[in-house]
């Protein structure tokens, strides 16, 4: 059965849980990490701010969507919120296909949509 699953956590994220893939033969894991330069400034790190509820249910409806379309086993989706320090991991996103090529075409586009869609905000702190 697909499954996808989304939670937002304060502050940096631990290491990821094993990603279940019965019949699958990929599984790709990105982690979006806080950079010590953000528009050229050297930063502590990024706080970042959420509207909870819609931010959640837009991952997950995201993820069932790119589910369907791909044909994906599952979809694992975590976002910090809070203060996350240089270095840390603030993102991180596990999919599991039968396939490369739709998991990560799914990975690329579930990113894209985030950016764009998902009511979570960041601010450098200095």
């Given at each position: 059965m697909a499954t996808v699953l989304a939670s937002i956590h304060t502050g940096?994220?631990?290491?990821?849980?094993?990603?279940p893939?019965?019949?699958?033969?990929?599984?790709?894991?990105?982690?979006?990490?806080?950079?010590?330069?953000e528009n050229g400034r050297t930063i502590r790190g990024l706080c970042y701010e959420a509207y909870e509820p819609m931010a959640r249910d837009m991952l997950v409806a995201i993820g069932q969507e790119l589910l369907r379309r791909y044909g994906l086993l599952a979809v694992y989706v975590e976002h910090s919120k809070g203060l996350v320090p240089v270095g840390e991991c603030s993102f991180r996103l596990r999919i599991a296909g039968r396939h490369r090529q739709e998991s990560l075409a799914a990975m690329g586009e579930f990113i894209d949509r985030l950016k764009r869609d998902v009511p979570?905000?960041?601010s450098a702190v200095e």
């Open positions: 940096p994220l631990s290491h990821p849980l094993p990603v893939c019965d019949g699958g033969g990929a599984v790709v894991l990105f982690e979006g990490r806080v950079r010590a330069l979570i905000w960041k």
